[in-house]
């Protein structure tokens, strides 16, 4: 975690030192504050795991900071709490007065289950669990931490050079690292029970966003661009399934996956009747590729085929939205809205069969939302709507 907060310290200070030149000569002013202490925790608990739950309460230092600059043309805000813990934030702002603006960011925080949880499978953290079942004998189960961290890095830039139109870009990666808790089906039913176990969480998240547009005080306009990356480390988890002869099952865990979306946003003010039309239209797609499941573990530990007629599944789904609003004001005691929703999911994914079983339902559908509101105020703490 320290490692990811100096570089961004250091590209902070770079990226404002060479603009800040000049402000400084002309009276840049630079108040704050540096904050260093010692945390000493005693606890008595049989699991401490609540008290941690969202925040890093563990014994030693403690530190942090608070920066302010301010000058004719630039300014500059930077804060940090919690340095070198699990829940460490570090925000940094600045920029040009209505030229640009700027945010440099990491933030980090955690999510405590449990501190020596007990599981009978040796391998708690990896994507493989082994074990001899039945088990009873919880002294000889392993111990483990059910937690996970969540780390955020991302910048954002606008430039608006005082005008109308501006352009803001953002990105950040979030990365997810820990242990939860998942159940698997002990046979080939729900009747035969199901077993918890921990499969390891390794996550990364890349999202860049690159908005640009019109905005004034008679309307706005923007286009938005968006790409999302997931990455998971491990996909599958094997683990010993005591009814099958503790031979290894499988769980296929989150795959990986793109995600894309493109946006208009619109509103028009100042219309006739104290009127404001607003609308907005999306188009994204989320797609993965992922490798289809060829066995199944039975009764006697052996493994049967499950004959898929394709190996890969590729997932393909695609959303379309789109909405308009007018809504207006022709009376102070009146006014009304009118709106139109769409929505459509177009579903691409492949169609898998397993042998002889039917076809897996694809699912996609359109929907349309219309209706008008008309309100009606009586008195100032007294509205009637009809819609």
């Keep these: 975690m320290t490692k990811r907060t100096m570089p961004i310290v250091v590209i902070g200070l770079i990226a404002t030192s060479g603009a800040l ?8 002013k630079m108040t704050g504050e540096v904050s260093l202490g010692l945390r000493v925790t005693n606890e008595k608990a049989n699991d401490a795991a609540k008290s941690h739950e969202y925040r890093d309460l563990k014994s030693g230092a403690v530190g942090g900071f608070e920066l302010k600059g301010r000058g004719a043309e ?68 392993y111990s483990y931490d059910l937690s996970e961290k969540r780390t955020n890095v991302g910048l954002v830039f606008e430039l608006s050079n005082n005008s109308p139109w501006y352009i803001r870009t953002e990105a950040n990666q979030v990365d997810q690292k820990g242990t939860r808790l998942i159940a698997g089906a002990n046979g080939t039913g729900p009747g035969n029970g199901f077993t918890d176990k921990p499969f390891p969480v390794d996550y990364r998240t890349n999202n860049l966003s690159l908005e640009g547009g019109y905005a004034s005080k008679r309307g706005q306009l923007s286009l938005g661009l968006h790409h999302s990356r997931f ?3 491990d996909q599958t ?51 993965n590729s992922v490798p ?96």
Excluded: C
């Design 21 to 28: 030149a000049q402000d400084i000569a002309d009276g840049f």
């Design 231 to 233: 990455m998971n480390e």
């Design 237 to 287: 988890l094997r683990w010993s399934n005591g009814f099958f002869a503790n031979g290894l099952d499988t769980t296929y865990l989150a795959p990986g996956s793109d995600y894309s979306k493109i946006s208009v946003n619109g509103n028009l003010r100042q219309l006739p009747l104290g009127s404001t039309l607003a609308g907005r239209m999306t188009y994204s797609k989320t797609s």
């Design 74 to 141: 630039y300014y500059l805000d930077a804060f940090g709490e919690n340095l070198g813990r699990d829940d460490q934030d570090i925000d940094i702002r600045g920029g040009k007065y209505t030229i640009f603006k700027y945010q440099l960011y990491q933030n980090s925080m955690v999510h405590n289950w449990a501190f020596g949880a007990r599981t009978p499978h040796a391998g708690a953290g990896t994507n493989t669990l082994t074990a001899t079942l039945p088990n009873l004998n919880t002294n000889t189960w």
């Design 292 to 387: 289809m499941g060829t066995s199944e573990l039975t009764t006697l530990g052996a493994f049967n085929p499950t004959n898929p007629d394709r190996a890969v599944f590729d997932g393909d789904i695609r959303h379309s939205t789109a909405s308009l609003t007018l809504h207006s004001n022709p009376m102070r005691q009146l006014d009304t809205r009118a709106y139109w929703n769409w929505f459509n999911k177009d579903n691409r994914s492949t169609r898998i069969t397993f042998g002889a079983s039917p076809a897996t339902h694809i699912l996609d559908y359109r929907k349309n939302n219309l209706g008008l509101d008309v309100g009606y105020r009586i008195n100032p703490n007294h509205r009637i709507v009809v819609g």
